[in-house]
Nanobody, 123 residues
Framework: QVQLVESGGGLVEPGGSLTLSCTGS????????VAWFRQAPGKEREGVACIGGRDSDGSTYYADSVKGRFTISRDNAKNTVYLQMNSLKPEDTAVYYC??????????????WGQGTQVTVSS
């Protein structure tokens, strides 16, 4: 059974930083692409970032709204994918989810999701 677990959410002031983690044993190993999504109240789920598997050279992709502020990376020894979020804005407030479809390349649909972690940006 594929299980993904996110952590690292919390309350941060505008301009602050947070790092989210996603662990899932072998399912978040560098073999598979892993993506981060977010969903704010009353809004549709939005893709934030994705990192491809090692056979895709670990290519990374970002939504325009977070480019230059967020960085997706992975620690292969820990089978963990991170989302480093800097210069946070109130509009970044959302529940953040990691997801995988056990494929090498980043895609548009994912079959396996974590439970989510809340990020709130507020003064």
């Amino acid at each position: 059974q594929v299980q993904l677990v996110e952590s690292g959410g919390g309350l941060v002031e505008p301009g602050g930083s947070l790092t989210l983690s996603c662990t899932g044993s072998e399912y978040t190993s560098d073999y598979y692409a892993v993506a981060w999504f977010r969903q704010a109240p009353g809004k549709e789920r939005e893709g934030v970032a994705c990192i491809g598997g090692r056979d895709s050279d670990g290519s990374t992709y970002y939504a325009d709204s977070v480019k230059g502020r967020f960085t997706i990376s992975r620690d292969n020894a820990k089978n963990t994918v991170y989302l480093q979020m800097n210069s946070l804005k109130p509009e970044d407030t959302a529940v953040y989810y990691c997801a995988t479809d056990l494929l090498i390349l980043c895609g548009t649909s994912y079959g396996y999701w974590g439970q989510g972690t809340q990020v709130t940006v507020s003064s």
